[in-house]
């Protein structure tokens, strides 16, 4: 499973999937009371026949006013909002069939029955794939941990296989790292890589990956480009950063630079032989000076 796109914070995902399960239990409960509406054809609530009965239930109403505007952009949300509108046309039909005819065609509940499937489980597909972002995050920076890099790199690397995509995979190394540290201490060298991980983050496309590879060193996957354009992208990210000034609590902010090494993800070779790539030319970077950035090229490979 791909981890979620959108660039949610470790906080605001377990706020989202708080407010769905409350959401969802809503749903339950009126689903619920509908049912034992036709079961005992008790008399018609008008609030559920209404045009906007979708958006006045407990769940519409999380659905259209609560509900984070990123998450609104997320074709999953998206499909559960649809589900949800043609539950509550299907059940109008119901009710309104059992008020004037005494009862309900079984063709019509099974309809009514399938849409209320389809709903719970976009809802079923969009938590769980909120609940492996949150579970997929690295607890400091929270960039996806290295835990979870190589699925989802095996996932884009199968794409490009097939030539339905170019990529390149891009190793991130903070530049005299240990300085910060023993200047400032670890919890001054905990705020940088904060700092800069979310700064990195702003910076990157929506569907874009960011890894943490280990200690102050990252993997940026970067889809949908070719190497020039990578190398255009990546390189103003380069001077972006050695401008950066980041908070760790004292007078004076830190200041901190990059070494970057690029390579493209190349469908004849493994996953872990890019990412070597990557590391070399990275290191080439570090060799010229630091503050760089270097293509891997073939000289590289010795």
């Known amino acids: 499973m791909t981890a979620i796109s959108l660039n949610f914070t470790r906080e605001e995902l377990q706020n989202i999937l708080t407010h769905l399960d409350q959401a969802l239990f809503n749903h339950i409960q009126w689903h619920k009371r509908i049912i ?25 109403q999380w659905y259209t006013q609560d509900s984070p505007k990123k998450l609104q952009k997320h074709p999953g949300f998206v499909a ?4 949800h509108k043609q539950m ?8 309104m069939s059992m008020n004037t005819k005494g009862g309900v065609e079984s063709q019509d509940y099974d309809i009514f029955a399938n849409v209320i499937e389809r709903l719970q489980l976009e809802i079923a597909s969009l938590k769980r794939e909120l609940e492996f972002s949150l579970h997929t995050r690295d607890p400091l920076t929270e960039a996806t941990n290295r835990i979870d890099m190589l699925p989802m790199l095996r996932e ?7 030539s339905a995509q170019s990529c390149c995979l891009i190793m ?17 060298g905990d705020k940088v890589l904060i700092g800069l991980v ?12 960011l890894f943490r590879y280990g200690g102050e060193e990252f993997l940026l996957c970067m889809q949908h480009i070719d190497l020039q354009e990578c190398y ?28 970057f090494g690029i390579t493209l993800l190349d469908p004849h070779v493994s996953i872990e032989e890019c990412i070597d790539r990557a590391d070399k030319a990275m290191y080439a970077a570090k060799s010229a000076g630091r503050n760089n950035t270097k293509t891997w090229d073939p000289s590289m490979q010795a």
């Open 198 to 209: 979310h700064f990195v983050s702003k910076h990157l496309r929506s569907y874009d990956k």
């Open 156 to 162: 884009i690397h199968a794409l490009v296989k097939r």
């Open 88 to 95: 509550h046309q299907v059940a109008a039909r119901l009710l």
């Open 232 to 259: 255009s992208r990546v390189d103003q990210l380069r001077k972006d950063i050695s401008t950066l000034e980041i908070d760790i609590g004292r007078k004076t902010p830190a200041t901190i630079t990059a070494s």
């Open 36 to 60: 034992r509406d036709l079961i005992c054809r008790l008399p018609v609530n008008k609030g559920d026949i209404e045009q906007k009965a979708h958006q006045e239930c407990l769940f519409g």
């Open 80 to 83: 559960i909002g649809e589900a």
């Open 172 to 188: 991130m190394d903070l530049d005299f790292f240990k300085k910060i540290n023993d200047k400032y201490g670890h919890n001054a």
